[in-house]
């Protein structure tokens, strides 16, 4: 028999995790359905969906009715969801239910077109009578599960789920008569087509289903090919082609995802916009930089043109950073300190505070090491991190710059894992106040193969000992992250999956220290390789008493741990920028074998 809700909100009121656990189950689908259905948009519904357990975990305690527990719960829901569009300034969404928009696209053009008629037919039922369609039709609810869930009797539910038969039945006759008398849709219609396919790819590729991603920018390449030829298929054929590059990138060869770049480039020179032409020409450049490094140099020294044609200050930038990367691989030093100079310039004249923190990272790994010649090392990073940080909660948004990285299966494996905050990161928040000591948040997160990887992020602790070189620290926030692979069926290739279990698998542990940061993380990676990475010293100007205090100046050196003395290896990280909320740190990494030059 199974549990009510009510002894279940006993049970989690009495401190029983495993009950608030059980609720979780059984209503995380309808919550997500109920997001979906107010966002539109996955990532966004996974949010909501989050947010709508922590808050009433948060407030279990104030629950009068614990019977009452799903309406209650859908009123959380819906109040998130209402907070969100007003931060985002976006309206409630017309027909972008979430069932419709997670199915397969295994009916090619035709099915892709139906399903966006019946999808904007279901768009102008009225609200409740959508709800109820979308939870008992598409999240596959029973009636008496939806009639929990809204709080209404099963009744009404079945009532308005015949309500809503009749109007699509009559939305739809039209086009079904259409479809019958060999009707063919007008451009309008098919240019709806081409950019509801193309929206459904961007929204796979965002919560990184790979697959569905490719199948969608096929869809939206095949209905471009009914476009008149002219300016606007050219551009549609670009577009597409160049969003399709992003998603095989990783889960296909270089030669596919470069051959792709190659025709949207061809595509792009009948067209008068220099600045995609040179976005184009660099991602060529990155695609062969290392194995045939002059004809990246090519590509980088046209788009460069390009940009100064156009005056894009931070494009040129770009281009002179990665000639600098060039020239470094060739140990010809004195040619890329000109191009890093001429970088560094243009980004402080446009204001780029994460690629002035890349500059000043490249300059400073060479004076740390005490070695111009950075081929000698066995890997190197110059990178900028870029935190968020409000509201209690830190997320890890970006990390542009270069990794250059030399792998030998005689070096200790041990090296190859760092970049600490990037190795939290698979969720993006990474810390957060609200969450308590058991709570955990959860999600699909980035993947080398055609599907999510899944991510679980749990508070274990708030009063943990650590010792580490920088010194003993006491009441330290535990934290331990798990990512492994998701229970869908994943076609990508092997070296994909090897690369998701080096990379991205496993599990870590973090360290924070109140008014330190960040000083120990223990990875285990998939492919069983294990690190210790600990805070040698730190610079934290201030009185913050957080887990993660950032201030302009705050600097932190880390190393490994049971490394063999003959092998040298740090990462160093300090904040050089800030815009409202963004934190910038330059972080610079190495490792090499032997004593450092002097």
């Excluded at 629950?63 to 309406?71: G, K, N, S, W």
């Excluded at 496993?506 to 120990?520: D, F, T």
Aim: charged share 25%; proline share 4%; aromatic share 8%.
């Amino acid at each position: 028999m199974e549990t009510s809700d009510a002894e279940l909100v006993r049970r989690t009121r009495c401190g029983n995790r495993r009950a608030f656990a059980e609720l979780v189950e059984r209503y995380r689908n309808s919550v997500y359905g109920l997001a979906f259905h107010c966002l539109g948009s996955r990532e966004d519904a996974q949010d909501a969906a989050q947010e709508a357990f922590v808050q009433a975990y948060g407030r279990l305690g104030q629950l009068r009715e614990p019977d009452r527990f799903a309406p209650w719960l859908r009123r959380l829901t819906l109040n998130g969801c209402a907070d969100h569009r007003r931060r985002c300034g976006r309206p409630a969404p017309l027909g972008n239910e979430g069932g419709l928009q997670a199915q397969p696209a295994d009916g090619g053009v035709d099915r892709l077109t139906t399903r966006l008629a019946v999808q904007e037919a279901l768009g102008r039922l009225p609200e409740r009578t959508r709800l109820a369609v979308v939870l008992c039709h598409l999240e596959g609810y029973s009636h008496e599960e939806a009639s929990r869930f809204l709080g209404i009797p099963v009744g009404t539910v079945r009532s308005r789920l015949q309500h809503a038969k009749r109007r699509l039945r009559e939305e739809m006759r039209d086009m079904v008569s259409e479809e019958l008398n060999g009707g063919r849709p007008d451009a309008d219609w098919t240019r709806r087509v081409v950019e509801e396919a193309m929206r459904r790819g961007d929204d796979a590729l965002r919560a990184y289903q790979r697959g569905d991603a490719v199948r969608h920018y096929d869809e939206a390449l095949t209905a471009i090919t009914t476009f008149p030829t002219g300016a606007e298929r050219t551009r549609a054929t670009m577009t597409a082609l160049l969003q399709k590059e992003r998603a095989i990138r990783y889960t296909r060869s270089a030669a596919e995802a470069d051959s792709l770049l190659e025709q949207a480039l061809a595509l792009v020179g009948r067209m008068d916009d220099p600045q995609t032409q040179a976005d184009i020409l660099r991602r060529l450049g990155d695609g062969c930089a290392s194995g045939a490094p002059e004809r990246s140099v090519e590509y980088y020294r046209d788009a460069l043109d390009l940009l100064r044609r156009a005056g894009d200050v931070p494009g040129q930038g770009h281009c002179l950073l990665s000639l600098a990367l060039h020239s470094l691989r060739r140990n010809e030093n004195a040619i890329a300190q000109g191009h890093l100079e001429q970088a560094q310039a243009l980004f402080e004249q446009a204001d780029c505070l994460d690629w002035i923190a890349v500059c000043r990272a490249l300059r400073d790994l060479p004076a740390e090491v005490g070695e111009p010649d950075l081929s000698r090392l066995l890997l190197w990073h110059a990178v900028c991190d870029v935190l968020d940080k409000s509201a209690g909660v830190v997320r890890f948004r970006a990390q542009p710059g270069f990794m250059v990285t030399q792998r030998d299966d005689a070096v200790p494996q041990a090296l190859y894992v760092g970049s600490v905050f990037w190795q939290l990161s698979r969720l993006g928040a990474f810390l957060d106040a609200g969450v308590p000591i058991g709570g955990a948040w959860a999600g699909d997160t980035f993947s080398f193969s055609d599907r999510p990887l899944r991510t679980t992020l749990t508070v274990l602790s708030d009063s943990e000992p650590v010792t580490v070189p920088a010194g003993t620290f006491a009441g330290c926030l535990l934290t331990e992250q798990v990512t492994a692979a998701g229970g869908d069926p994943d076609d990508a290739p092997e070296a994909s999956h090897a690369l998701n279990r080096r990379e991205l698998c496993g599990a870590i542990r973090a360290w924070y220290a109140p008014s330190v940061g960040l000083v120990q993380v223990h990875v285990r990676r998939g492919d069983g390789v294990e690190a210790a990475i600990q805070l040698r010293a730190y610079q934290v100007g201030g009185e913050s008493e957080e887990y993660l205090p950032l201030a302009l100046g705050n600097r932190w050196v880390y190393g490994w741990a049971d490394v063999p003395s003959d092998y040298d290896a740090g990462e160093v990280y300090q904040v050089t920028g800030q815009a409202d909320s963004l934190w910038f740190l330059s972080h610079y990494a190495y490792a090499f074998r032997g004593s450092r030059a002097t």
